[in-house]
């Protein structure tokens, strides 16, 4: 039963996996020559954000359900419902973080090149309006949840109540108590992305102009695609903690009889779970994605040295 369990809670990142490895297989992309340092400390923070996004999953403690798993899992159950929202916000902080580290420098060139470079400059426009869409869908839900919270008996927004008439009913919901702080990571998040779009626009073009604008272009998505797949888990969450709101399906007694009482946007819950982890998943492949191009340039350029 808990072995069954807990394949289920992590069957978003195992699917994601899956379905990397796959896209990996059918669409290959051109994995630029990166420099050795900036590759190792994009694997060792996409590794530190998967496995902590994982471990969050399987802990089977989300916001609205606690699971006690059997020994030497116990300790899982411990983990508070909170990091099921901010865990893969600060498992994406970490590996744009990581990235954020410059590259070795390669020789400049002769002629200096006054092209003012942005942030924006080497960044893809599909993956950076992407990266601008899943920001403000994660800042418009936290602000729609904190309004619709109410105060909890401890006075923390958590609590979604329901006048049904001859009594108030409530249940949990993604209030201010665990958007607020959504909010502070989800702008950590965006504003290290930029500092490391930044980091890599802004050295002068080396001597190699072709093969260091595609480092740039290929490094520039990275960040994107990692910032992207950590708000999308973050998404993903939210969504299916609003789906557990909207399923509230309880009665109020009166006259002998039990009187149905639930929330108004009820018929969502099915259509918001679906789409939670849809979206859990499709973070997922993003993180595996970029992890197997790097982990594939790295054998590529180990395998071009040992010839």
Same mark, same amino acid.
């Given at each position: ?12 990142? @195992? ?14 992309? @051109? @994995? ?7 590759? @190792? ?62 590259? &070795? ?62 009594? &108030? ?64 888990i973050h998404l993903g969450a939210v969504l299916i903690f609003f789906a557990y709101t909207a399923a509230l399906n309880t009665g109020i007694p009166l006259d002998g009889a039990l009187v149905p009482v639930f929330p108004p946007f009820a018929f969502l819950a099915p259509a918001l779970l679906i789409l939670g982890a849809c979206a859990i998943t499709t973070g997922f ?14 054998? &590529? ?7």
């Open positions: 039963m808990y072995a069954t369990y807990a394949a289920l809670m992590i069957a978003p990142a @195992v699917i994601g996996l899956v379905l990397a490895m796959l896209l990996t297989r059918l669409w290959p992309r @051109v @994995v630029a020559d990166l420099p050795a340092r900036a590759r @190792v400390w994009a694997v060792v923070g996409l590794a530190i954000a998967v496995t902590l996004a994982v471990v969050v999953l399987g802990s089977g403690n989300w916001p609205f359900q606690v699971v006690t798993l059997p020994s030497p899992f116990g300790w899982l159950s411990m983990i508070p419902g909170e990091w099921q929202f901010t865990a893969s916000l600060v498992g994406g902080i970490i590996a744009t973080g990581l990235q954020c580290i410059p590259a &070795t420098p390669r020789p400049r060139r002769a002629v200096a090149d006054l092209a003012r470079r942005t942030p924006a400059t080497f960044a893809p426009r599909g993956w950076l309006a992407f990266a601008i869409v899943i920001a403000v869908s994660a800042v418009a839900l936290a602000v729609v949840g904190g309004v619709a919270s109410q105060p909890d008996e401890d006075g923390a927004y958590s609590m979604w109540m329901q006048d049904a008439g001859v009594g &108030t009913v409530g249940r949990l919901i993604y209030g201010w108590a665990f958007s607020g702080p959504s909010l502070l990571l989800i702008a950590v998040l965006a504003a290290t992305a930029v500092l490391g779009l930044a980091v890599i626009a802004r050295p002068p073009v080396a001597e190699e102009s072709a093969d260091d604008l595609e480092i740039r272009r290929f490094r520039s998505r990275t960040i994107l695609m990692t910032a992207s797949g950590a708000g999308l492949v993003f993180w595996f994605r970029v992890l197997i191009e790097q982990l594939a340039a790295t054998r &590529t350029r180990t395998a071009s040295h040992a010839h």
